[in-house]
């Protein structure tokens, strides 16, 4: 009998979270004394988030498919109302609108629109594959409901998120059998609009320019990447050390959130970084493996989509650290310290076990029961 949990997604949320609360610690020490004159401020606060998330999760994985297909449209409008909110009463931080502050926790809409886009694109492929060869009615609202969530994510500005969601919606259509002719159309518009939000930004442009070459400007536009190089560098194959790390006193800026990649290569080296990489593609390549056994179109999407969401902001986290791509400010799903990206991801991840919960039973094979059973009488 096939269990309600898959255990292999559960071990590497819980790998990443044991191994979270490990490099979090360490990372955000010094960091708290300074700031909140209580070292253990940061970590405490990531403690709570932490069986929070775990309950979202589960009670997102309770829910049956079916409702969250019926619920895809008011859930895509209430994540819509909530990123519009935030640009009209949210707290601006260094020049960006993205965040709620209550109660001195700050919450982020975005990590609630993500998976509701997700869920309204796999709702609408799945229920009406037969538009999806026509533009104008077929896959034109779905680019309708893409675009006005780029704009609101744009206004903020969030950059990395708009790429992000633009990037795994087209895998979407993709595995949703969307005519190649308008993905090549949609990527032909999107491609220019994306290189005018790079260069109507100055620090966006800076911010490309110095990934080239950041030893250049190695104190202004190149300070980050320099000093996660410094981090893996100086980490060799087994690290300095869990909590002997020197780039986080201060050198490396955000060092337990977008950057704890490179404290953790500092500390625990190529060994750590390797381990981490390897439980996310365990992670990817299950996620995938349910969406295959999936036998309804919706199903498979939500869980492709769950998955590359997941699978994606990892890689470009771990990459922007690397030096392989520019720098963005993007978290390591239930690695990095935040409690609304914890809470968004235990969503998504819910819906991977939630439908994987409620996938049909195997069929036993009949008819060599009925062999064995005439072999009785």
Not at 3 to 24: E, G, N, Q, R, Y
Not at 249 to 273: N, Q, R, S
Not at 298 to 316: A, D, Q, W, Y
Request: charged share 10%.
């Amino acid at each position: 009998m096939r269990p309600h949990v898959d255990t292999i997604l559960i071990s590497c949320v819980a790998a990443l979270l044991a191994l979270s609360v490990l490099m979090v610690s360490s990372a955000s020490l010094s960091v708290a004394e300074v700031r909140y004159h209580d070292a253990f401020h940061i970590i405490i606060h990531w403690l709570i988030y932490i069986p929070l998330g775990l309950l979202i999760m589960w009670l997102v994985s309770c829910v049956h498919p079916n409702w969250w297909k019926a619920a895809s449209l008011p859930l895509l409008l209430a994540g819509f109302a909530s990123v519009i909110a935030v640009l009209i009463f949210g707290q601006a931080l260094n020049g960006a609108k993205r965040w709620f502050s209550i109660f001195g926790f700050s919450f982020q809409p975005v990590e609630m629109l993500k998976p509701t886009v997700i869920l309204y694109m796999a709702y609408y492929m799945g229920t009406f594959p037969e538009r999806l060869k026509q533009f104008s009615n077929g896959f034109a609202p779905m680019l309708l409901v893409l675009g006005l969530a780029l704009t609101l994510l744009m206004l903020q500005p969030d950059f990395g998120n708009a790429a992000l969601l633009t990037g795994v919606c087209f895998l979407m259509w993709f595995v949703g059998n969307v005519p190649f002719r308008h993905l090549a159309t949609m990527g032909a518009i999107f491609a220019p609009i994306a290189l005018i939000a790079v260069i109507a930004e100055p620090y966006r442009v800076k911010r490309l320019l110095s990934f080239t070459n950041p030893w250049d400007d190695r104190y202004n536009t190149g300070y980050q990447l320099v000093q996660s190089m410094i981090a893996f560098g100086s980490g060799g194959i087994t690290g300095s050390g869990l909590g002997q790390g020197i780039q986080k006193l201060f050198y490396l800026p955000e060092a337990f959130t977008d950057f704890i990649a490179a404290v953790m290569g500092e500390e625990l080296g190529l060994l750590g970084t390797a381990s981490l990489i390897i439980i996310f593609a365990i992670l990817i390549i299950r996620g995938l493996q349910i969406a295959m056994r999936c036998e309804h179109m919706f199903e498979r999407l939500l869980v492709t989509g769950c998955t590359l969401l997941i699978g994606i902001s990892f890689f470009i986290n771990l990459a922007a650290v690397m030096g392989m791509i520019p720098t963005k400010g993007m978290p390591i799903p239930f690695f990095s310290y935040g409690g609304s990206a914890l809470f968004g991801n235990c969503i998504l991840m819910g819906l991977i076990l939630g439908v994987y919960r409620h996938l049909p039973t195997p069929r036993k094979n009949t008819s060599h029961q009925q062999h064995l059973s005439g072999v009785h009488t």
